[in-house]
């Protein structure tokens, strides 16, 4: 009696201890496997004899992930089949003897009720008729949850004719192998002792016609497929460009979360003084971050919070109020909340409710009608319902109905909130984001000359150094433009001593100060040279090491400096940026200008560096060379190995060595070592890390 469900089980794994290997032997042996990390899927689509078993195999061997060969499973079905002697080409026949078949890959291994017809699957009789049985929507079917299970967990590199297009179109990495039918024809007679060519070219050309001519999930090339054209290529070159691929591909995963950040869409919460934006913003936030303060523009300057609402993650952009004809202070402020809005992908225009739409609110909504940001128009302080009577009264505004909140209380924030993820572009609207201006903390203890600096820097007064206290307490960018060259400049909140202004205004300057070097490329770090180095230096320089900027050393004051101090601070440098040994250093005085003229210059290089990429293959290379002078040291039993290298990221930049167990820390700073002295990278942290096999590999 026939059984009524299919039960086919994949249980690949990237061992593959018994497999007769065709013609050319596996590159390592699986404990030697390096692992790419995570659950990488690499789908790789082709015609017959294009190599897709023989690369795939390799492939997964490389980076250390299950091989998964979805062609054996239509082969074994195709075999019960014609065991059962059914019709191929009839579907209900097929799908019955299907649905009564136990269809396992092991290691490697193709069993078929629990016998192991590996060989007899690759025979002339299953190949003669896999592309009729596997034509059948009802066989495609029953073998589809087993393709797709094989990599739910650990990712796998799937071979196949579907798999990017059909069974896996969100896989990382989809490649289509092909290669003429006359160099395919020849493989496949070096590989079965043949020389019929034209037989071969035949047959090959006949699967390929019937397996790419079905009507269910032909063998297609996938929309975002690579096609890679093996023709003139020998094996290993084709399996050394799928694993660069798949490794870059890995590395191009944003880990830095700033990369992240600056992918997220922007809302830029606008709008009078006194309004209600910054309890607004610190209601979306769910934290008092924003400084709220009864008193019209405590907000003075633009700050960015990352959010989120319902699983999807956006900065909002807090903003001094707009006043119009402001004059200085106020005036800079009004323009980081106009830059807020150019920078934004949405605008929430706060309007007082309880006031109604004022002379300033309405010539707002004509400049926001006029920039293509779309707006949100919100009418704050609607506490109960019979304020909602309010919102009528702002239709006036030109920017449809006003969505009536108290951000005091928390009413209708969920609802504006809503809307506002409505109106953000998606992940898939966002071009990638990628940093092509420096953006430049200057960062240092209060008092050491950062606005000095920067206004050196920029040749004029542009920074706000208005007398007002706490000026600076808010982060502040400027873009600015030197010799023709642009750059953003992240004025940084100073950290002040801890009890000076209570310690919550002390927490916000330092998360502020991390913010704005997280936010950056590169930190000016900024000491002053002619008093003893101390505590808040060395919290900067922790916040540095940290971030992992690219850093310029600034002494400023260096006209205070005299012999004795010169000898002492040097100790005092070697101390505190011990982690910094690459770090270039100018010794300036910004009061008088002297010595500015070499941190430009020394900037910009920085900046080069801090983008620099080295080819995968010079990577390889200058490992191997480490290597062979300096041999790895034994871990147990083991020999440990490179595999392979290459720089996953830049700015800055991270390396990747996929290897067979955990490398020493000494050998990862001799690594370093060896990479610096080939490269500029001064003024840059190196991140190199090891991806030793996963615990499943060591098994
Ligand atoms: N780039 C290459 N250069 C030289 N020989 C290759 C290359 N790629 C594959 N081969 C050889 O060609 C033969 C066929 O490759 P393979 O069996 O991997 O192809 P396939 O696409 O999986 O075929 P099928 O779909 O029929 O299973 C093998 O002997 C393999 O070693
Ligand atoms: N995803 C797949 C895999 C294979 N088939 C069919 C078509 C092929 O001719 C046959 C054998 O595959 P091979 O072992 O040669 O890779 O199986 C398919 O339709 N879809």
């Known amino acids: 009696m026939r059984g009524s469900c299919v039960r086919v089980l994949y249980q690949e794994t990237s061992a593959v201890p018994d497999v007769p290997d065709d013609v050319v032997p596996p590159t390592a042996s699986t404990a030697d496997a390096p692992a790419v990390v995570g659950a990488v899927v690499v789908a790789i689509d082709g015609p017959a004899g294009s190599g897709k078993s023989s690369v795939a195999r390799r492939v997964a061997e490389r980076l250390g992930l299950p091989h998964v060969d979805t062609g054996a499973l239509y082969r074994a079905a195709t075999l019960a089949v014609l065991r059962a002697g059914a019709d191929p080409?009839?579907?209900?026949?097929?799908?019955?003897?299907?649905?009564?078949?136990?269809?396992?890959?092991?290691?490697?291994?193709?069993?078929?009720?629990?016998?192991?017809?590996?060989?007899?699957?690759?025979?002339?009789?299953?190949?003669?008729?896999?592309?009729?049985?596997?034509?059948?929507?009802?066989?495609?079917?029953?073998?589809?949850?087993?393709?797709?299970?094989?990599?739910?967990?650990?990712?796998?590199?799937?071979?196949?004719?579907?798999?990017?297009?059909?069974?896996?179109?969100?896989?990382?990495?989809?490649?289509?192998?092909?290669?003429?039918?006359?160099?395919?024809?020849?493989?496949?007679?070096?590989?079965?002792?043949?020389?019929?060519?034209?037989?071969?070219?035949?047959?090959i050309v006949a699967r390929d016609t019937a397996d790419g001519g079905r009507e269910v999930a032909p063998m297609q090339v996938a929309e975002d497929a690579w096609v890679l054209d093996s023709s003139e290529l020998d094996l290993d070159a084709v399996v050394a460009s799928v694993v660069e691929r798949v490794v870059e591909q890995v590395a191009a995963r944003p880990r830095d979360p700033l990369r992240a950040r600056r992918a997220l869409p922007r809302v830029a919460v606008v709008g009078r003084p006194n309004v209600g934006k910054s309890t607004l913003v610190n209601r979306i936030l769910g934290a008092r971050v924003a400084i709220v303060e009864e008193k019209p523009g405590v907000t003075r300057d633009r700050t960015e919070h990352p959010a989120e609402w319902l699983g999807r993650h956006f900065l909002v952009v807090d903003t001094g109020g707009w006043e119009h004809?402001?004059?200085?202070?106020?005036?800079?402020?009004?323009?980081?909340?106009?830059?807020?809005?150019?920078?934004?992908?949405?605008?929430?225009?706060?309007?007082?409710?309880?006031?109604?739409?004022?002379?300033?609110?309405?010539?707002?909504?004509?400049?926001?009608?006029?920039?293509?940001?779309?707006?949100?128009?919100?009418?704050?302080?609607?506490?109960?319902?019979?304020?909602?009577?309010?919102?009528?009264?702002?239709?006036?505004?030109?920017?449809?109905?006003?969505?009536?909140?108290?951000?005091?209380?928390?009413?209708?924030?969920?609802?504006?909130?809503?809307?506002?993820?409505?109106?953000?572009?998606?992940?898939?609207?966002?071009?990638?984001?990628?940093?092509?201006?420096?953006?430049?903390?200057?960062?240092?203890?209060?008092?050491?000359?950062?606005?000095?600096?920067?206004?050196?820097?920029?040749?004029?007064?542009?920074?706000?150094?208005?007398?007002?206290?706490?000026?600076?307490?808010?982060?502040?960018?400027?873009?600015?433009e030197i010799d023709g060259e642009p750059w953003v400049f992240v004025d940084t909140a100073g950290m002040r001593r801890r009890y000076r202004h209570g310690e919550e205004t002390e927490l916000y300057s330092v998360d502020r100060t991390r913010a704005a070097i997280e936010s950056a490329d590169l930190v000016l770090f900024l000491l002053d040279a002619s008093e003893p180095l101390g505590e808040q230096d060395q919290r900067l320089a922790a916040l540095l090491r940290e971030a992992g900027r690219g850093v310029v050393l600034v002494c400023n004051k260096w006209d205070l400096v005299d012999e004795d101090r010169r000898l002492d601070l040097e100790k005092e440098l070697d101390r505190l940026l011990s982690f910094a040994a690459w770090a270039p250093r100018v010794n300036i005085s910004a009061a008088s200008g002297r010595g500015l003229r070499r941190l430009l210059p020394q900037l910009r290089t920085v900046w080069?560096?801090?983008?620099?990429?080295?080819?995968?293959?010079?990577?390889?290379?200058?490992?191997?060379?480490?290597?062979?002078?300096h041999p790895l040291p034994r871990q147990g039993q083991k020999n440990l190995k490179i595999r392979y290298a290459t720089q996953a990221e830049v700015a800055p930049p991270r390396f990747l060595l996929f290897a067979n167990g955990r490398l020493p820390a000494s050998y990862r700073r001799y690594l370093e070592r060896e990479l610096r002295e080939r490269h500029d990278f001064t003024g840059v942290p190196l991140t190199i890390e090891d991806r030793p096999p996963s615990p499943r590999q060591r098994r």
């Open 325 to 480: 004809q402001a004059e200085g202070m106020a005036a800079r402020i009004v323009d980081q909340a106009e830059a807020a809005v150019a920078a934004a992908d949405l605008v929430v225009f706060v309007v007082d409710a309880t006031v109604g739409a004022l002379e300033d609110d309405e010539r707002y909504a004509r400049l926001l009608r006029r920039s293509r940001v779309p707006v949100l128009l919100v009418a704050n302080k609607v506490d109960n319902d019979r304020q909602e009577a309010l919102v009528h009264e702002l239709y006036g505004l030109g920017l449809g109905a006003a969505h009536p909140v108290s951000a005091r209380h928390g009413r209708g924030v969920g609802d504006l909130l809503d809307e506002v993820l409505a109106a953000l572009p998606t992940a898939a609207d966002q071009a990638p984001a990628v940093s092509t201006v420096p953006r430049v903390a200057i960062v240092g203890k209060p008092n050491v000359g950062k606005s000095s600096l920067f206004n050196r820097l920029l040749g004029e007064e542009r920074s706000i150094v208005d007398s007002v206290a706490h000026t600076t307490r808010d982060a502040v960018d400027t873009m600015a």
């Open 89 to 203: 080409t009839d579907e209900a026949d097929c799908a019955a003897v299907v649905a009564d078949t136990v269809l396992e890959r092991h290691a490697g291994r193709t069993l078929l009720d629990g016998e192991d017809v590996e060989d007899e699957i690759r025979g002339p009789d299953v190949t003669a008729s896999v592309s009729a049985v596997s034509a059948h929507a009802a066989v495609r079917d029953a073998l589809l949850a087993a393709q797709r299970g094989a990599v739910a967990e650990e990712g796998g590199v799937v071979e196949g004719r579907d798999i990017g297009s059909v069974v896996l179109p969100d896989a990382d990495v989809k490649v289509f192998l092909t290669a003429s039918v006359r160099e395919r024809a020849r493989r496949r007679a070096a590989q079965l002792g043949r020389d019929d060519l034209e037989d071969l070219e035949r047959e």
């Open 608 to 629: 080069d560096n801090y983008r620099r990429r080295v080819p995968t293959r010079e990577v390889n290379r200058l490992v191997e060379e480490a290597v062979a002078r």
